[in-house]
């Protein structure tokens, strides 16, 4: 049923973490989910055919190991690569959990996430020249790859579990760089567009004005007094159709 997948040499970094956690450490990268979404992660909440995974639960160990709500209280489903899709379902064809999780500890059992760091997943760090990386960069590493491969700030928001864009905003919107200059380029556009247009409007500088659409002094009316609301031009968005003198209701 399953594209076999590639034998690491011995030796390589990849194998350091242990063959039955390599799936974890890629699901945390491409996948983004949390340690603690990992480690309560359960089989049923797995579809490799479609390639999909349910993240409804996370584990914490304060007062003993035990899994609850996610991090927002709220569930989510990614769609993961199709290579990925493979490896989980490789991964739990290997490796029963008697306890239905799909990560589980060598002993059996659920995986305690401060027994990995320093068991595994450090000294493959450290074996691969990587010493400093945290185990949840692999989550950066997930939005990263998402905003380079073009896709916006809410889809990196919710295949990551954020509570709000603003907090996918205020941590991966410098990450943007492309975006910015598209936008700047169209505020570049809109007011040469403004700037170029023939003046539709009569203000206080006469019928002959041949003034462009930025003209400010059209912020008046017709009779030549300040107008207390003024329209908003064509260059902002709207079409301005008449101008009402101050005085009317």
């Known amino acids: 049923m399953f594209e076999r997948q590639p034998d690491y040499p011995d030796g ?28 309560a ?13 349910e993240v409804v639960a996370s584990a914490s160990e304060a007062g003993g190991w035990h899994a609850g709500p996610t991090k927002t209280g709220k569930r989510r489903t990614i769609v993961v690569p199709r290579f990925l899709a493979v490896m989980l379902g490789q991964h739990v064809g290997r490796y029963r959990s008697p306890d239905g999780y799909v990560f589980a500890a060598a002993e059996g059992g659920p995986i305690h996430h401060h027994n990995f760091r320093r068991r595994h997943f450090v000294p493959a760090i450290e074996a691969s020249g990587l010493s400093g990386v945290r185990f949840h960069d692999l989550r950066h590493t997930c939005a990263s790859l998402l905003i380079a491969a073009g896709r916006s700030l ?3 928001k919710e295949h990551l579990g954020h509570s709000s864009i603003r907090v ?16 700047a380029e169209a505020l570049d556009a809109l007011y040469h567009e403004a700037v170029t247009a023939p003046h539709r409007f009569r203000g206080p500088c006469g ?28 260059w902002q968005g709207f079409r301005r159709t008449s101008v009402t003198s101050p005085n009317s209701p």
Do not use: I
């Open 12 to 39: 390589d970094s990849r194998d350091a973490a242990g063959p039955e956690r390599l799936a974890a450490v890629y699901l945390a990268a491409f996948g983004g989910l949390r340690a603690g979404e990992l480690w």
């Open 41 to 53: 992660l359960k089989l049923d909440r797995v579809n490799v055919l479609a390639g999909t995974v």
């Open 154 to 156: 809410q889809e990196v």
């Open 168 to 183: 996918t905003s205020d941590r991966y919107a410098h990450l943007y760089p492309e975006a910015r200059v598209a936008m």
């Open 207 to 234: 019928p002959e004005c041949r003034r462009q659409s930025l003209c400010l002094t059209c912020t008046y009316s017709e009779s030549g007094r300040r107008d207390s609301n003024p329209r908003p031009q064509p």
